[in-house]
């Protein structure tokens, strides 16, 4: 990409999306932000903030007007029915596109996969369909879905959760940033789907430990039963969802996510650990 190159980053006022924002000032290229609410946006200055909703595509043609790359964070399930054309329309505008899609997604087009793994597989086949240059990034879990433990933390110092010895390779926002803008800056990744992970496996349990090394007082981790968890944690949700998170995480007991070190590879610095991201996000757990 040219210094006078201009992005536009979707999902901008998310963790991710706000990182790839944060990270790509300075590098020489224009970066523009779609959200669906302009007028309140607040990001850093010489942003260019511009209004479009990704489930309606007939609203970004003023966001992709002269715009030379797309970093694509795409509302998958809530707006699956919108995809085709959501993906048609960056096409009529944009020659390069990253996707922040997921790990466990399959090579294999032909194999059809349910919930948000199938859906991030959608995205992909649609994209790689469309003609554009692209790059998939796909991690691991986010470190911070561990924020789904913050109000439980705060109230007792104990999370009550469920199959503590699954083993994730929890990854920090700001690496997925990272890889993201070297993706969209540089040549050369045209074609690549990169797995991304934090540097090391962590227990559910070793994660509520960090949290508490972070905050500064201990946080027990109480194991739950599946059965226990589904009516207590998961009450009202739609069941094959339950079963999809309940199976995988019992997956990641008898299958530890595997560590690489492509974080690392692509921007010179090894991935921070999860106990980094507790400490920068000590406050929220507070």
Do not use: C
Not at 94 to 103: Q, T
Not at 181 to 186: A, G, I, N, Y
């Amino acid at each position: 990409m040219t210094t006078n190159s201009t992005i536009l980053v979707t999902g901008a006022t998310g963790r991710v999306g706000g990182q790839v924002i944060s990270q790509l000032t300075g590098t020489g290229a224009a970066v523009r932000a779609l959200t669906r609410n302009p007028d309140t946006t607040a990001l850093p200055g010489g942003v260019e903030v511009v209004g479009g909703d990704l489930s309606d595509a007939d609203t970004l043609d003023a966001a992709l007007e002269g715009v030379d790359a797309v970093f694509l964070v795409f509302p998958t399930l809530q707006a699956d029915g919108a995809a085709p054309t959501v993906v048609a329309k960056i096409a009529e505008h944009v020659g390069r596109i990253g996707y922040l899609s997921a790990a466990g997604v399959a090579d294999n087009p032909d194999k059809h996969v349910g919930g948000i793994i199938g859906s991030h597989a959608r995205v992909e086949r649609l994209i790689e369909q469309s003609g554009m240059e692209w790059t998939f990034l796909r991690p691991s879990g986010f470190a911070a879905n561990t924020l789904m433990w913050a109000d439980q933390i705060r109230a007792g110092s104990v999370v009550r959760w469920f199959y503590g010895a699954a083993t994730r390779t929890l990854i920090h926002e700001h690496d997925i940033g990272a890889v993201a803008v070297r993706t969209l800056t540089e040549h050369g990744h045209g074609g690549q789907r990169y797995h991304l992970t934090g540097p090391s496996q962590l227990t559910q349990v070793e994660q509520a430990h960090a949290i508490g090394e972070a905050i500064g007082h201990p946080v027990r981790f109480e194991e739950l039963a599946p059965e226990i968890a589904r009516t207590e944690l998961f009450a009202g949700m739609p069941a094959t969802v339950v079963d999809s998170i309940l199976n995988g995480h019992a997956e990641m007991v008898r299958h530890p996510e595997p560590v690489t070190s492509t974080v690392a590879d692509l921007t010179g610095t090894r991935a921070r650990t999860f106990a980094q991201w507790a400490i920068d996000h000590a406050n929220d757990f507070r």
